[in-house]
């Protein structure tokens, strides 16, 4: 049974907003040249994604569910198009949108139901971009890193993968995945803000809060190589962005 982990972000809304990441630079190279098109960043969190969209001149509107969350997201970005629904459920009318992105968010989505939303709010041709942001799977000190984070005793944790997949002769195709390393410079104590933001550490007591980022910090301490290292001591943390593209298929 849920915890309903997913609807307690905004209980760290503000911390949200500070330790996650936002998408590197090099994500233009993934979604192109969208000045003038019309956007939809769906799961939009505090606005990280719809930031970056924002400075790369779309027009954009947001689904943000989460009050909380969506208040940070549009104190920050007045300008978007705030819409009140859910992934599931887009108040818009068909082919609304040339393309729909979302970043750290899709295994939140009830599926099919999601997927077929997304198919109906697109333009012909128009693209989805499901993303994940996140610490890179192919080092092993940020490996170490996940597996604080992913806690394989919690019964309640949401399976988390990285791409999206589509039904052959359903409403997508040319779906293609992709992966982009990035490096992202931190602090120790900006690391472990981080971690405090993460669905499983939300739904744990002061006590299971504090065991973890002891944990963050030891990891850390033992990656630079000095036990006695303060919260400032920057750590170059290698990333990655992944994901699926996709095309919506002619109507």
């Given at each position: 049974?849920?915890?309903?982990?997913?609807?307690?972000?905004?209980?760290?809304?503000?911390?949200?907003?500070?330790?996650?990441?936002?998408?590197?630079?090099?994500?233009?190279?993934?979604?192109?040249?969208?000045?003038?098109l019309e956007v939809?960043?769906?799961?939009?969190?505090?606005?990280?994604?719809?930031?970056?969209?924002?400075?790369?001149?779309?027009?954009?509107?947001?689904?943000?569910?989460?009050?909380?969350?969506?208040?940070?997201?549009?104190?920050?970005?007045?300008?978007?198009?705030?819409?009140?629904?859910?992934?599931?459920?887009?108040?818009?009318?068909?082919?609304?949108?040339?393309?729909?992105?979302?970043?750290?968010?899709?295994?939140?989505?009830?599926?099919?139901?999601?997927t077929n939303e997304?198919?109906?709010?697109?333009?012909?041709?128009?693209?989805?971009?499901?993303?994940?942001?996140?610490?890179?799977?192919?080092?092993?000190?940020?490996?170490?890193?996940?597996?604080?984070?992913?806690?394989?005793?919690?019964?309640?944790?949401?399976?988390?993968?990285?791409?999206?997949?589509?039904?052959?002769?359903?409403?997508?195709?040319?779906?293609?995945?992709?992966s982009l390393g990035?490096?992202?410079?931190?602090?120790?104590?900006?690391?472990?803000?981080?971690?405090?933001?993460?669905?499983?550490?939300?739904?744990?007591?002061?006590?299971?809060?504090?065991?973890?980022?002891?944990?963050?910090?030891?990891?850390?301490?033992?990656?630079?190589?000095?036990?006695?290292?303060?919260?400032?001591?920057?750590?170059?943390?290698?990333?990655?962005?992944?994901?699926?593209?996709?095309?919506?298929?002619?109507?």
């Amino acid at each position: 049974m849920s915890d309903g982990r997913g609807r307690k972000f905004g209980t760290v809304a503000e911390s949200y907003d500070l330790y996650r990441a936002d998408p590197p630079e090099e994500t233009s190279a993934i979604v192109g040249d969208i000045a003038g098109l019309e956007v939809l960043d769906v799961g939009a969190g505090t606005g990280k994604l719809t930031r970056f969209l924002l400075g790369r001149g779309a027009r954009v509107s947001v689904i943000e569910p989460d009050d909380d969350m969506r208040r940070v997201l549009t104190r920050r970005s007045p300008e978007v198009n705030e819409l009140l629904g859910s992934a599931e459920d887009v108040p818009v009318a068909d082919a609304s949108f040339d393309a729909v992105l979302s970043s750290s968010a899709w295994h939140w989505f009830r599926q099919p139901e999601a997927t077929n939303e997304m198919a109906r709010v697109l333009r012909d041709d128009g693209s989805l971009y499901v993303l994940w942001n996140g610490f890179s799977r192919d080092v092993a000190w940020t490996e170490g890193l996940t597996k604080i984070r992913e806690r394989p005793e919690d019964v309640n944790k949401k399976p988390r993968g990285w791409n999206a997949t589509f039904d052959a002769d359903g409403a997508f195709v040319d779906v293609h995945d992709f992966s982009l390393g990035w490096t992202w410079s931190r602090t120790i104590d900006q690391v472990v803000g981080l971690f405090g933001t993460y669905s499983g550490a939300i739904i744990q007591g002061d006590e299971d809060k504090a065991k973890l980022d002891d944990r963050v910090r030891v990891l850390l301490r033992d990656y630079v190589g000095d036990p006695t290292a303060q919260g400032d001591v920057v750590v170059d943390v290698p990333m990655c962005l992944r994901g699926t593209i996709a095309r919506r298929r002619a109507r």
